[in-house]
RNA sequence: GGCCCGUUGGUGUAGUUGGCUUAACAUACUGCCCUGUCACGGCAGAGAUCACGGGUUCGAAUCCCGUACGGGUCGCCA
């Protein structure tokens, strides 16, 4: 090595120490006769002196150094003179007297700041990855990253699960995401996909008798890109056989439970992580991904004596719909642009409008001294006190709130009073950083109607066992079929996704006919799987669970490039190595393939 | 594919109801000075045809249209 120590362990301990440093020139302040060094390396900083009156010829070097500048430096560890102890560096109570100073290579000034806190522009960032990694969040992203995965094999390995590789080179199945394909060189016009996620491998491990089998497994799926969606993501992928949903709710409780407690301590997780159906997911929180960080709860207001008989709402009624109520607290403040935006978010989501009643007023006040001249609404004349008082007793409003209302067809109040609750969470800061609200959504529907497609299809997979009690439905109504699938939530995202297996032959086909195969079809695309249900496949079932959101939502990190060393922008490319890019003719040749209209540059 | 936001010296921002801008400030950078700083300090200097293309105008960083790139989001993500 380079180096005897690093510069973030050195402290008043080794005082007197001869040590060999190797790092990066962090800062350099020059007071004319006495240089003071900040030298970094992973570890941390160090303060390097050099005094000319001591020695003169490597002085004359250190005036040269510049800003990362990579340099050896041989010294000894000294106390500082009373007074100038740093206590913001844990070196801070010593300096590195320098005897010998080495560069070991120059650098050119970098694009931006690599020695300080300060926003840089993304896309700058991503094409000098290199440097942007040297800096401290991405450093500190990329050890908690670490120290997730270390701990997540640690604790499976503890729990008898095996860790098993499967390939990345594997079979197309063109449902669900869109493959990532790789041409085959031996079988001209034949085809590789990239995984999408090990699903049915990990079914056939089971088959094969492995009982528990976990991977830190990449996918790749070739959608468009989002904030929390890469083309290729991190998945612990994980499979049991002999198992039900309250086994599996468990492991991944006590994972995540212990994975926070040693890993993130400082995050206040709220245990025993809550169990609800997606349908009152939906109807609570207007989401199958609640962030239970803050309550502020959708309630039903459609029975509410008065109110379905406005006109606004009556037809709704007729049309079998109901209306919802949401509380903004301290919302009566809004000002009519904020309105406007507060509906701006409900039409995106489909709502006709959005019914706000301000309850203008101290918080102290009563609500039965609520007068009329309280109640700001763009319905306040056909609004009386009465009514305004009842909905609010329901929906448990205080004065100085907003009540914001929304009607129509069931699904639409729910998702756009769900997307509003997310945003007012968001502008009235109710998402508390450093709380970690898990939680499990079970019993999916099995299918959803594929308006494109005119067919029902699979909601999470095809390979989801229905709930056996419902299988009567499937004929009459098969939109009401609920599946065993669950996902894990965690403030808001989707953190973990699985379901319980079909293990039977026979069930397995009928439901793939049920979407639509044909006896050819699916063998030629499932035979392997269907075949290995035909001998003796255990009861199984698992779940996946994002690595990248997991570690960004620990790390506090807006998006999951954060905590991705090397990610891709949202146009899917590579800025640091400018992939994709066109490649030789003689490769594609070698592969049997031609392009047709290629747009030069 | 749709909608929204952004692009000004190396970096981060100001300026954006068209004209007091010879485009400002901070920092970084270069040189000089400085022996206890740690975001060291002082002085001086260099550095931007305001993403690109077109249009409106006597006059455009500023208004309009288009393109590129980046970001957010809907569709999409079994």
Known sequence: MLKTHNCGEL?????????????????????????????????????????????????????????????????????????????????????????????????????????????????????????????????????????????????????NFLEIETPILMKSTPEGARDYLVPSRVYPGHFFALPQSPQQLKQLLM?????????????????????????????????????????????????????????????????????????????RFGSDKPDLRFSMELTDITNINGLSQMDVFQSVIDENGIIKAIVAPGGSKFSRREITELTEVVRSRGAKGLLTVAIEGDAQTSLSDVKMDDIKSPLSKYLTVGLVK??????????????????????????????????????????DPNKLNFAFITEFPLFQWSKEREQWESTHHPFTSPKLEEMHLLDESPGDMRSRAYDCVLNGYEIASGSIRIHERELQENLLRFIGYSQEEMEGRFGHLLNALSYGAPPHGGIAAGIDRLVAVLAGEPNIREVIPFPKTQTSQDLLTKAPSLVDVQQLQDIGLSINDIVEE
């Open 11 to 159: 402290d008043s301990a080794s005082v007197g120490e001869e040590v060999t440093l190797a790092g990066w020139v962090n800062r350099r302040r020059d007071h004319g006769g006495l240089i003071f060094l900040d030298l970094r390396d992973r570890s941390g900083i160090v303060q390097v002196t050099f005094d000319p009156d001591k020695n003169e010829a490597i002085y004359s070097v250190a005036e040269e150094l510049r800003s990362e500048w990579v340099v050896k430096i041989e010294g000894s560890v000294s106390s500082r003179p009373d007074g100038t102890n740093n206590p913001n560096i844990s070196s801070g109570e010593i300096e590195i007297h320098a005897h010998k100073l080495e560069v070991l290579n120059k650098s050119l000034n970098p694009p931006f700041y690599i020695n300080e806190e300060s926003d840089v522009d993304e896309s700058l960032r991503l094409e000098y990855r290199y440097l942007d990694l040297r800096r401290d969040r991405m450093y500190s992203n990329i050890l908690l990253r670490h120290n997730v995965v270390k701990f997540i094999r640690d604790f499976l390995d503890d729990q």
């Open 207 to 283: 088959i094969g008798g492995i009982e528990k089998y976990f991977q830190i497994a990449r996918c790749f799926r070739d959608e468009d890109l989002r904030a929390d969606r890469q083309p290729e993501f991190t998945q612990l992928d994980l499979e049991i056989s002999f198992v039900e949903e309250a086994d599996i709710f468990e492991l991944v409780e006590e994972l995540f439970t212990n994975l926070v407690s040693e890993i993130t301590p400082e995050l206040e997780l709220a245990g025993p992580f809550p169990i609800m159906t997606y349908e009152e997911s939906m109807d």
């Open 390 to 431: 009842d909905i609010a007793a329901k929906v448990e409003a205080s004065v100085g709130d907003m009540l914001l209302i929304v009607a129509g067809e069931r699904s639409i109040v729910d998702e756009s009073l769900g997307e509003l609750r997310n945003f007012l969470g968001d502008k009235l800061e109710m998402k």
